[in-house]
């Protein structure tokens, strides 16, 4: 599986954005995420959804403002009313598990053995 974030970029707080990251390989029977890094900070979980998209999960942190959604070959994240405690390196991941199998784990990073590159999202106050 390979993933390649795309989007972000500089907002302003109250504003919105969207990530994309498309996918190649076995990508449609996998579980996905998205974590975020702020700078001198652990990464941390921010969404995730389930292979058929059935279910998704979200950090408290951002539930309400951002939705994950997939397709056939991409997954998203819209983010609104954005904060400045927003802004961190957003990444998106595919579980190593086909079918969702670790989905009660959705939040854990050691379950995502498919990792995309990083993506900027700055939000300005």
């Known amino acids: 599986v390979q993933l390649q974030a795309s989007g972000g970029g500089l907002v302003q707080a109250g504003g919105s954005s969207r990530l994309s990251c498309p996918a190649s390989?076995?990508?449609?029977?996998?579980?996905m995420g998205w974590f975020r890094q702020a700078p001198g900070k652990e990464r941390e979980f921010v969404a995730a959804?389930?292979?058929?998209?059935?279910s998704t999960h979200y950090a408290d942190s951002v539930k309400g403002r951002f939705t994950i959604s997939r397709d056939k070959d991409t997954v998203r994240l819209e983010m609104s009313r954005l904060k400045p405690e927003d802004t961190a390196v957003y990444y998106c991941?595919?579980?190593?598990?086909?079918?969702?199998?670790?989905?009660?784990?959705?939040?854990?990073?050691?379950?995502?053995?498919?990792w995309g590159q990083g993506t900027q999202v700055t939000v300005s106050s």
């Open positions: 390989g076995r990508f449609s029977d996998r579980a």
């Open positions: 959804i389930t292979w058929n998209a059935g």
């Open positions: 991941a595919a579980q190593s598990a086909i079918y969702s199998r670790d989905w009660y784990r959705a939040s854990h990073d050691e379950v995502y053995g498919y």
